[in-house]
């Protein structure tokens, strides 16, 4: 199997670790998360988790390469992280296409999932009446996804359905997308300021060619002030930390831009540049 599997969370020591372990090569996670794969968690432990932990743990699954699989048991009740999504109890479902995964485990599903979610069609995420066994979100296009599903992949029914449950798990991780070298930015050690802000905006207002060329244009700009040595040390920062690639913004500098105040700002620079 391509994609690298881990267990997150009481799954790692749950005896049902077991079974993943044996039909999809799952391995263990004791404390950090890696940096990039899929991640399979019991959707009990992230609903009773602490709010600042549901946090990082999604947003951990929202860089390109990686995925966040919530997997029963769960508890019936409502989330609010990433957006609103909720488990009721549920039973005698009958899949909406023939898919030998789906259809072995839809006699032990014991849930359905409801909320502001993308449903997961390419696996079969809906039943026959068009409720959801599985769904996921991500910010945009090209981040990694945040997942959940009623389907039990931890039963023994799973054991002579090796080959479909890897290509279940890869289609739906395929949709995380390419991780991308040294674009994490370590938040423990790196504070943004408002002059990494500033670099960052001027980046995406003009095509530069070069760190000179951008630095040489910040100088001379109508829109930014700031001076050379610490637009320099500024960019430099941002390169060290991902957030910018030689002139350009990775996937993670856009991401901060988008969680920021200047949003609206950054897109109509953008719109000029064009």
């Given at each position: 199997?391509?994609?690298?599997?881990?267990?997150?969370?009481?799954?790692?020591?749950?005896?049902?670790?077991?079974?993943?372990?044996?039909?999809?090569?799952?391995?263990l996670?004791?404390?950090?998360?890696?940096?990039?794969?899929?991640?399979?968690?019991?959707?009990?432990?992230?609903?009773?988790?602490?709010?600042?932990?549901?946090?990082?743990?999604?947003?951990?699954?929202q860089?390109?390469?990686?995925?966040l699989?919530?997997?029963?048991?769960?508890?019936?009740?409502?989330?609010?992280?990433?957006?609103?999504?909720?488990?009721?109890?549920?039973?005698?479902?009958?899949?909406?296409?023939?898919?030998?995964?789906?259809?072995?485990?839809?006699?032990?599903?014991?849930?359905?999932?409801?909320?502001?979610?993308?449903?997961?069609?390419?696996?079969?995420?809906?039943?026959?009446?068009?409720?959801?066994?599985?769904?996921?979100?991500?910010?945009?296009?090209?981040?990694?996804?945040?997942?959940?599903?009623?389907?039990?992949?931890?039963?023994?029914?799973?054991?002579?359905?090796?080959?479909?449950?890897?290509?279940?798990?890869?289609?739906?991780?395929?949709?995380?997308?390419?991780?991308?070298?040294?674009?994490?930015?370590?938040?423990?050690?790196?504070?943004?300021?408002?002059?990494?802000?500033?670099?960052?905006?001027?980046?995406?207002?003009?095509?530069?060619v070069?760190?000179?060329?951008?630095?040489?244009?910040?100088?001379?700009?109508?829109?930014?002030?700031?001076?050379?040595?610490?637009?320099?040390?500024?960019?430099?920062?941002?390169?060290s930390?991902?957030?910018v690639?030689?002139?350009?913004?990775?996937?993670?500098?856009?991401?901060?831009?988008?969680?920021?105040?200047?949003?609206?700002?950054?897109?109509?620079?953008?719109?000029?540049?064009?």
């Amino acid at each position: 199997m391509n994609t690298s599997i881990w267990l997150v969370g009481t799954l790692a020591t749950h005896r049902r670790q077991r079974i993943l372990q044996n039909v999809i090569a799952a391995q263990l996670v004791e404390n950090q998360l890696p940096s990039f794969g899929l991640c399979l968690m019991f959707g009990i432990d992230f609903q009773e988790a602490a709010e600042s932990q549901e946090k990082d743990w999604y947003n951990w699954s929202q860089e390109p390469g990686r995925t966040l699989l919530l997997i029963p048991p769960f508890e019936t009740k409502k989330s609010s992280i990433p957006c609103n999504w909720e488990i009721r109890r549920r039973s005698g479902v009958k899949p909406q296409q023939d898919s030998p995964l789906v259809k072995a485990l839809a006699p032990e599903v014991d849930y359905e999932l409801q909320g502001q979610l993308q449903i997961a069609s390419e696996i079969g995420g809906a039943w026959e009446d068009m409720s959801i066994n599985t769904a996921y979100y991500r910010k945009h296009p090209h981040s990694g996804i945040f997942a959940i599903t009623c389907l039990p992949i931890w039963s023994l029914a799973v054991l002579d359905k090796e080959q479909e449950l890897q290509k279940w798990l890869e289609t739906l991780h395929s949709l995380a997308g390419q991780p991308v070298e040294n674009q994490a930015v370590d938040q423990t050690s790196f504070q943004l300021k408002e002059e990494h802000v500033i670099v960052m905006l001027h980046l995406v207002s003009q095509k530069f060619v070069d760190a000179a060329t951008a630095l040489t244009a910040l100088q001379s700009s109508t829109i930014f002030s700031l001076d050379r040595n610490t637009a320099q040390t500024c960019l430099g920062d941002l390169q060290s930390q991902g957030l910018v690639k030689g002139v350009q913004l990775t996937e993670s500098g856009i991401d901060v831009i988008r969680q920021s105040p200047y949003l609206a700002y950054a897109e109509e620079l953008e719109a000029l540049a064009r």
